[in-house]
């Protein structure tokens, strides 16, 4: 799917997104991938949503985001024991279905927020 351009200099572009990976910035990242407020991070993650762990999100709390949207592939998976652990380190989560988490990062980064997504491909 592809999405609007959004209005943030300087920030990480999230072009498109298919089953298997995202567009950023113009280039194609195969996998997860993590947009946070420095460089993207690809390939980021495990294969499956439920071997995520606090240890994946390590660079997001040296300059943590105001919101961290967790995309879990093509359909939303609380995870609720991960999501616990990154609160209880001061990062503000929602856990959504990846296509929802890119609409949202979006919109949030076209309001220039201090959003950071983890995002697994909307395929897994």
Same mark, same amino acid.
């Given at each position: 799917?592809? +999405?609007?351009? !959004?209005? #943030?200099?300087?920030?990480?572009?999230? !072009?498109?997104? %298919?089953?298997?990976? &995202?567009?950023?910035?113009?280039? =194609?990242?195969?996998?997860?991938?993590?947009?946070?407020?420095? %460089?993207?991070?690809?390939?980021?993650?495990?294969?499956?949503?439920? /071997? *995520?762990?606090? %240890?994946? &999100?390590?660079?997001?709390?040296? /300059?943590?985001?105001?919101?961290?949207?967790?995309?879990?592939?093509?359909?939303?998976? *609380?995870? +609720? #024991? *991960? +999501?616990?652990? +990154?609160?209880?380190?001061?990062?503000?989560?929602?856990?959504? /279905?990846?296509? #929802?988490?890119?609409?949202? =990062?979006?919109?949030?980064?076209?309001? %220039?927020?201090?959003?950071?997504?983890? *995002?697994?491909? #909307?395929?897994?």
């Amino acid at each position: 799917m592809k +999405l609007h351009l !959004q209005a #943030a200099v300087g920030r990480h572009r999230l !072009q498109s997104y %298919d089953a298997r990976g &995202f567009v950023v910035n113009g280039n =194609y990242h195969s996998g997860g991938t993590l947009l946070g407020l420095r %460089d993207p991070i690809h390939p980021w993650g495990p294969e499956r949503p439920e /071997d *995520l762990h606090v %240890d994946h &999100f390590q660079l997001l709390r040296e /300059d943590p985001p105001e919101i961290l949207l967790l995309g879990t592939g093509s359909r939303q998976r *609380l995870l +609720l #024991a *991960l +999501l616990s652990q +990154l609160r209880s380190q001061g990062l503000t989560v929602e856990m959504m /279905d990846t296509p #929802a988490a890119c609409r949202t =990062y979006t919109i949030l980064l076209s309001e %220039d927020r201090r959003v950071a997504a983890a *995002l697994l491909p #909307a395929g897994w």
